[in-house]
């Protein structure tokens, strides 16, 4: 039996202006899979992942997500999303913030408080629980973003660079997390401008100029750029596609 995919796209083109953001890029995730989508800033990743969840509208192409054509409102209490902006209300405590987007995710109070604790267990909040957000770093903002997106366990979770500004310790701990969760048969798309961290991935997307420049396993990336680390891969990569343009 075929593996679901639970995330495709097909020829998504998105402009701003006369920028192409997107340029005709299609992409498939499997059910249960860790997918690194990897590339330096103004690569396209927030654009790509904006129009899969249905926020942007792509001027040419289709996306999928769980067989649903996007945008559409049914998808939405199966999918976690965290922006690259903070989505948290600064006036807020942090368990404030986890309580009120539990309530929108139509949780039962119980069991919002129960998964809170897990999740600030996890991102290291446990005790600023009561400190109102407007008052903690950047970081720990960012931390406080990421636990409210897995709060209501989606089938399918959009991570935007969930571990910029966090501790390489903090940065590992993240990491097994989303590897325990693909365990789970949860799909997780993970972006990071640290194209290193694409190796605890299943699958890795080269993202450049709103084009994917290739999409593999870690592996078959290494052996098909004859290579040794991604960073190098990476390289190979633009220095092929600047050619081929």
């Known amino acids: 039996m075929a593996e679901e995919q639970v995330v495709r796209a097909e020829g998504l083109r998105k402009l701003f202006g006369k920028h192409a953001a997107l340029d005709g890029l299609s992409l498939s995730v499997p059910q249960g899979q860790l997918y690194g989508l990897a590339g330096p800033n103004g690569a396209g990743k927030t ?7 249905g926020l942007l509208r792509p001027d040419e192409g289709t996306a999928y997500l769980l067989g649903w054509r996007m945008p559409n409102t049914r998808v ?25 987007f539990g309530e929108l995710y139509g949780l039962r109070r119980a069991h919002v408080l ?4 897990e999740l600030l267990d996890l991102v290291q909040l446990s005790d600023r629980k009561r400190q109102r957000v407007g008052t903690l770093s950047g970081g720990m903002r960012r931390r406080v973003s990421l636990a409210i997106s897995l709060l209501h366990k989606p089938r399918l979770a959009f991570l935007d660079e969930p571990t910029a500004g966090v501790d390489p310790k903090l940065r590992r701990s993240f990491w097994d997390y989303f590897s325990a969760l693909a365990e789970q048969g949860v799909t997780l798309v993970v972006t990071t401008h640290l194209v290193d961290e694409a190796q605890r991935c299943h699958i890795v997307g080269f993202l450049m100029a709103g084009r994917l420049l290739t999409q593999g396993t870690p592996s078959d990336i290494l052996a098909q750029t ?3 680390n991604l960073d ?14």
Not at 47 to 53: F, G, K, V, Y
Not at 114 to 117: F, H, I, K, T, Y
Not at 235 to 245: F, P, T, Y
């Open 232 to 245: 190098d891969a990476f390289i190979a990569l633009q220095e092929r596609n600047q050619v081929r343009s």
């Open 47 to 53: 654009t790509l992942i904006r129009t899969l969840c």
């Open 226 to 228: 004859r290579t040794t």
């Open 114 to 117: 129960g998964r809170a604790n």
């Open 76 to 100: 939405r209490s199966q999918l976690g999303y965290m922006p690259q902006d903070f989505a948290v209300y600064d006036d807020l405590s942090v368990m404030q913030n986890l309580e009120f």
